[in-house]
Nanobody, 116 residues
Framework: QVQLVESGGGLVQPGGSLRLSCAAS????????MGWYRQSPGIQRELVAV???????NYTDSVKGRFTISRDNAKNTVYLQMNSLSPEDTAVYYC??????????WGQGTQVTVSS
């Protein structure tokens, strides 16, 4: 059973940056794609960014140009670099791994709060 563990969340001022990390207990090559989702109270969980095994990436419109997803296959880790953060980015961020079978794996989430 692969486990995904997020880290790197916290409190940051508007305009600041954070880098989230998602460490997998096994090889991330076992996933067709890995991504970051976020969820705010009362709002449905949304996809923020995704990266495939081949390195293709996709982002939700609201974070394009500000967030960058990347992967380090040697470390079995996926990152989300978040720049120019705004209060609207405040949410719990979840790491997701999707198997080729379609099965999803989730991390426990890490809180990101953007506030002055």
């Amino acid at each position: 059973q692969v486990q995904l563990v997020e880290s790197g969340g916290g409190l940051v001022q508007p305009g600041g940056s954070l880098r989230l990390s998602c460490a997998a207990s096994g090889s991330i090559f076992s996933f067709a794609a890995m991504g970051w989702y976020r969820q705010s109270p009362g709002i449905q969980r949304e996809l923020v960014a995704v990266i495939t095994g081949g390195g293709n990436t996709n982002y939700t419109d609201s974070v394009k140009g500000r967030f960058t997803i990347s992967r380090d296959n040697a470390k079995n880790t996926v990152y989300l670099q978040m720049n120019s953060l705004s209060p609207e980015d405040t949410a719990v961020y979840y790491c997701n791994g999707k198997r080729f079978t379609g099965r999803d794996y989730w991390g426990q989430g890490t809180q990101v709060t953007v506030s002055s």
